[in-house]
């Protein structure tokens, strides 16, 4: 999608990050506070409502990429397709819930640090021993970084109404 492409001009125009702009000279692109918003590109730049497809995308890229990896013998020890599968998981779980938040806090980090030992396991740095107590531990770390008050609750969460027992 280019920018003389009308539904790119119409997205960013309506976010008020297009400016100015003339036969003579073509808009310019301004960053202001909605622009900033990681959540608001993926609609300027892709078709609406196809986060969904970006995700499954970016994890067939990822098989593709590990795939080629086991199969050209780069460090043969290492399931090059599972370790960046967890890896791409983690980072995903921020892209898709629109950043941090109770949940992302704990599911990303809980499979990029699976990733990380994975690799290290598996590049016998680390034994299998040693491997569950660290994620047992990281996970219980998680969990409770998740209850600080400085942390959102994720967008789609919606609290249960309170009930009148009486």
Not at 69 to 83: D, G
Not at 101 to 125: E, I
Request: proline share 7%; with cysteine.
């Amino acid at each position: 999608m280019s920018r003389s492409d009308p539904h790119f001009v119409r997205n960013v125009r309506n976010a008020g990050v297009l400016k100015g702009g003339n036969r003579e000279c073509p808009p310019r692109l301004v960053l202001d506070e909605t622009s900033r918003d990681p959540m608001f590109w993926p609609g300027v730049i892709m078709q609406n409502g196809s986060k969904g497809l970006v995700v499954l995308a970016l994890l067939i890229i990822t098989l593709g990429v590990g795939w080629l990896l086991t199969t050209l013998a780069v460090e043969p020890r290492i399931n090059w397709v599972l370790t960046l599968s967890l890896g791409m998981i983690g980072v995903l779980a921020f892209v898709i819930s629109g950043g941090l938040d109770k949940v992302s806090v704990v599911v990303g980090p809980v499979f990029l640090s699976g990733s990380v030992l994975s690799f290290l396991r598996q590049a016998n740095y680390l034994s299998f021993d040693v491997e569950i107590p660290i994620y047992v531990i990281v996970v219980g770390v998680l969990l409770l970084v998740s209850q600080l008050r400085v942390i959102s609750l994720p967008g789609w969460y919606i609290p249960p109404k309170a009930t009148d027992e009486s």
